[in-house]
């Protein structure tokens, strides 16, 4: 071995050690679970997909669990939990999660260290990269942006995985090009980004867009793209298209993020790097390696300014121009490779100087670390956890909805009641994947009438203050039937109201029954369903929702209206000011039901009659036993059985089966190019 590869193996040890340093073992591999920030509300995911989805070969799925249910990794990202469910095979569960939200920070030094090797720097740049990746990592002046430790530690772990991926492939995708090799490679590399994260699917496009920038290799390099892109969109189709497909019935955020502060931006810890970086875009202004990144610094630039006008969060993209000015670097020593001799003790010089500038800096992270790590039971409120979680599993009816407050903290995480599926095997109403449930708009609204502090995400809806009286139709709709209760404020309503009785109580927490739901999902409506014509539904459905005068009246929303939906729902409308209230005439309902993790099935007498199933709509949910399911408000689903017996299940639509079409197609590409290279030993 080279005497050059051996001080890049040292350097890296000592990389590696200093991060253990910070993840200490004891906590990685010890069998608690994972608390802190949004990586708490990840470890459920995990079990979901080991225990739920892995044993029907999937990967997407329903999950009851939160906003009313929603479709499990049709609006997320599934990589980091494929790879730690397979690990949780071997190793405990627990230990597989904390392994996987700590793989992107682990693995961006190495490859920072292969992006440079790719892009022909001598050594020791490459080195020098993996070094330079560190004052990065360890940046603390945010922790909702990506990329760095502390955003790794708010559960932005799938994003540093990308991050990492995406700097591999800006060296791949250009030794690629410049070589014509690595073709099926690259493909692969860029599936994976594309399973990690979705800036990084839609940078690795801005970065491959550079090599259409020339005259002379135009065509060549576009018919590499082509099959570049082609193969990786054919692997990733079964996952992308029903990404795509499921965008209406998501909920969007999209909003401009204030930065109060430059040093959000450039941080001291970052300056002394971006200050090289832009000194080696001077000094190396003729170098094309120089020109490809800053046409991609520029272009993350471009769409952070464009980002909330074409639906990206703009904060999401300003790390990577943070980290690749950082690596850049290391380019700027480039100006003295012919002048000095001897090099095998300058990365040894380099690492030490960058120890030496990032721990005085480093507060923090240690501390935060060991607080998720160590994870729920070695909290001192584990016992008072435990307490509550055994009353919650008392109960099966019904949903369990908690007042948002900063002193749930105390348990690991303000998050910590969004897991109840978990812990309790009960369902709730908040969760973690906000965007991926067309619900979440007023699971939000319903936790500003129950709180006294609201957390109020979504910029594009209004939210209200802490009234209990209020919010009392809202949580029948929802089919609440436990309500755990915090502030003094909260449990002076609570107390007050005669639909709600105090059941338990467990240190500062009160658990209350409402005594006017009895937790059944199916239920027969009072009024006759209207079928409500408008352009944006989402909106007029949380503006009926806000107004307790209309909940009773479902709205049922329909793109193109047949004949026999009119025949079937008479009354129609068009405003919310003069909806039609007409009740129903029927027997007295006579409904029973089982409710499965992907599945619901009930057994009603009043066959015709309009059925409201609370559980979120979904155009991929499939029924036995009427002939369509209809998306009614606030967002559930409506149907008119035509026999006693009912089945809903959900499953899969035609974007699923196109999707899984290609992607036979792609892996059957892949086989036959591996059964070439076999045989020939060409080069893929």
Wanted: net charge positive.
């Amino acid at each position: 071995m080279k005497p050059q590869r051996i001080i890049d193996l040292v350097i890296f040890g000592f990389i590696f050690l200093f991060l253990l340093s910070f993840f200490e073992p004891k906590y990685l591999f010890s069998l608690t679970t994972t608390t802190g920030g949004d990586t708490v509300s990840h470890f459920p995911t995990l079990f979901f997909m080991k225990e739920v989805l892995f044993p029907h070969g999937q990967i997407m799925g329903w999950e009851m669990g939160n906003y009313a249910g929603f479709p499990m990794f049709y609006y997320y990202f599934p990589i980091t939990f494929v790879i730690g469910a397979l690990l949780s095979f071997i190793i405990p569960l627990q230990i597989a999660f904390k392994l996987i939200t700590i793989l992107g920070t682990f693995l961006l030094p190495v490859c920072a260290y292969w992006m440079l090797r790719c892009l022909r720097c001598k050594f020791p740049l490459p080195i020098i990269a993996a070094i330079f990746t560190l004052p990065f990592l360890f940046m603390q002046a945010n922790s909702m942006w990506g990329g760095n430790i502390p955003s790794t530690l708010a559960g932005e772990y799938s994003y540093s995985f990308g991050l990492a991926l995406l700097v591999l492939f800006f060296g791949t995708i250009y030794q690629g090009i410049e070589e014509k090799k690595h073709i099926i490679a690259n493909a692969l590399l860029v599936m994976l980004i594309g399973f990690s994260h979705g800036y990084a699917l839609i940078l690795s496009g801005v970065i491959a867009s550079f090599f259409l920038f020339t005259r002379r290799d135009f065509w060549r390099n576009l018919f590499y793209l082509v099959r570049v892109f082609g193969l990786a969109f054919l692997l990733l189709a079964f996952w992308l298209i029903p990404f795509y497909a499921n965008t209406p019935y998501v909920t969007s955020y999209v909003t401009r993020w204030g930065i109060s502060s430059i040093l959000e931006v450039t941080p001291l810890i970052l300056i002394p790097f971006m200050l090289a970086g832009l000194a080696a875009l001077f000094w190396q202004r003729t170098d094309r390696r120089i020109h490809y990144f800053l046409y991609f610094m520029v272009f993350c630039f471009v769409l952070y300014l464009a980002g909330p006008h074409i639906g990206l969060l703009d904060i999401r993209l300003l790390p990577f121009i943070q980290l690749f000015l950082t690596i850049m670097a290391a380019l700027l020593f480039t100006s003295f490779l012919n002048r000095w001799k001897s090099w095998e003790l300058v990365p040894v010089i380099v690492m030490l100087a960058v120890l030496l500038w990032v721990l005085p800096q480093v507060t923090f992270i240690k501390g935060w670390i060991k607080w998720n790590y160590e994870g729920f039971e070695q909290k001192s409120s584990w016992p008072l956890w435990q307490q509550i979680i055994s009353h919650l599993q008392e109960t099966t009816a019904g949903r369990v909805v908690y007042e948002h407050s900063p002193t749930t903290n105390i348990f690991g995480s303000e998050r910590a009641f969004e897991n109840l599926s978990y812990w309790a095997r009960r369902n709730t109403l908040e969760g973690l994947y906000m965007q991926s449930s067309i619900s979440s708009p007023f699971v939000f609204y319903i936790q500003s009438e129950i709180s006294k502090v609201c957390s109020g995400p979504f910029p594009q809806y209004s939210y209200t203050s802490l009234n209990l009286a209020n919010a009392e139709k809202h949580l029948q709709l929802f089919n609440i039937t436990q309500y755990i209760v915090r502030s003094p404020e909260a449990k002076g309503q609570a107390s007050q109201l005669p639909w709600l009785k105090k059941e338990a109580q467990f240190g500062e927490y009160e658990i209350y029954r409402l005594t006017n739901n009895d937790g059944h999902y199916v239920v027969a409506p009072q009024y006759q369903p209207v079928l409500f014509t408008t352009k944006q539904w989402k909106k007029d459905f949380f503006d009926w929702f806000k107004d307790n005068n209309l909940v009773d009246i479902p709205l049922v929303y329909l793109a193109n209206p047949q004949l026999v939906d009119e025949q079937k729902i008479k009354l129609q409308a068009d405003n919310l000011q003069n909806l039609p209230r007409e009740k129903i005439i029927s027997p007295k309902s006579d409904i029973s039901e089982t409710l499965e993790t992907e599945a619901l099935d009930f057994h009603t007498n009043l066959v015709g009659y309009p059925h409201l199933i609370k559980i979120s709509y979904h155009p991929n949910w499939q029924v036995v036993g009427a002939d369509k399911i209809y998306l009614v408000s606030p967002s559930f689903m409506l149907v008119y059985p035509n026999q006693p017996d009912v089945r809903l299940s959900f499953g899969k639509s035609v974007y699923n089966r196109v999707g899984e079409a290609l992607s036979w197609l792609g892996l059957s590409i892949l086989a036959i190019s591996a059964i070439i290279w076999l045989k020939n030993g060409r080069k893929a």
